[in-house]
């Protein structure tokens, strides 16, 4: 079960008030400082991000089946285990624990594997660091990202059953359940799979630019069903990619895929407030 949360824009005709509407003018106004840093950086021959040296990672396509494998395996009994009937709330539940079994399971396959801790990507020896590029990423996609997400949901509406569910389910409880899916236990799975296993043995089979695109489409694909909102999705993949390939880390990337889901989760609050115990 995907349980990411792409930006959501107000339903149509909704009127923006001031306080979406200062988040958004802010978020675009923090995207063109962003563009600009990075066009600079390109005129004087750099490239956006810094590559740090790394090993490529030590796996071969037998072990991306295997988590591959290991991934469905974990979703399916996690759906085998709901109660019959199983609520929204059951759902959200077994898909937690089905992608943080699967994560643990696939890390758990590939150490045995001989492949050293380090190559995993979640080293945090360069976290401050890491940081401070998801929160410049945050920057440069947030406004383009929900300008295109608005425009697609004009075309096809976008539709994600925790949007229901959050219009009717404001409790703790509740909430909770989705932050600790959408904003932690989601980036990490996503991120660890799309960008490290994935793309990490794609880098050595094709190279980067191939694998970089490979997994952001996909990883893209992983959303159809709601709507067209795996077409922006793209877009973000190919980013916490290109931070994954300059960086050889996926932290930038499981804190920017955080960001995101925060902010999106922030934007469906916001949205389906008026429809709380109506």
């Given at each position: ?44 021959g ?68 001989q ?40 075309l ?5 059953p ?61 959303h ?12 973000f ?28 989760l ?13």
């Amino acid at each position: 079960m995907e349980i990411d949360l792409p930006p959501v824009p107000p339903e149509a005709g909704a009127v923006v008030g001031p306080v979406a509407g200062v988040l958004i003018a802010g978020a675009s106004i923090a995207s063109l400082w962003a563009i600009g840093g990075v066009v600079a950086r390109l005129r004087r021959g750099e490239p956006a991000v810094p590559p740090r040296p790394h090993a490529p990672v030590p796996w071969a396509g037998i072990d991306v089946a295997t988590v591959v494998y290991l991934s469905i395996c974990c979703q399916f009994l996690s759906s085998a285990l709901l109660p019959s009937p199983a609520t929204m709330a059951d759902k959200l539940a077994g898909g937690v624990l089905g992608m943080a079994t699967a994560t643990s399971l696939a890390a758990a396959w590939l150490l045995y594997r001989q492949a050293p801790a380090s190559a995993l990507g979640f080293g945090l020896r360069s976290l401050a660091a890491d940081l401070r590029l998801a929160a410049a990423a945050l920057a440069l996609i947030l406004a383009p990202l929900l300008a295109v997400a608005g425009i697609l949901d004009r075309l096809v509406p976008y539709e994600h059953p925790i949007i229901d569910f959050l219009a009717r389910h404001r409790d703790l409880p509740s909430l909770m359940l989705v932050g600790v899916a959408a904003v932690i236990v989601a980036p990490v799975a996503e991120e660890f799979f799309f960008r490290r296993v994935l793309q990490g043995w794609l880098e050595k089979a094709w190279g980067a630019i191939p694998a970089v695109g490979i997994s952001a489409v996909l990883f893209g694909l992983a959303h159809v069903g709601q709507g067209l909102a795996w077409v922006p999705l793209v877009a973000f993949g190919a980013v916490a990619g290109y931070l994954a390939r300059q960086t050889g880390s996926i932290v930038p990337g499981i804190a920017l895929h955080a960001l995101f889901n925060a902010a999106s989760l922030a934007l469906v609050l916001w949205q389906t407030a008026p429809a709380v115990d109506r």
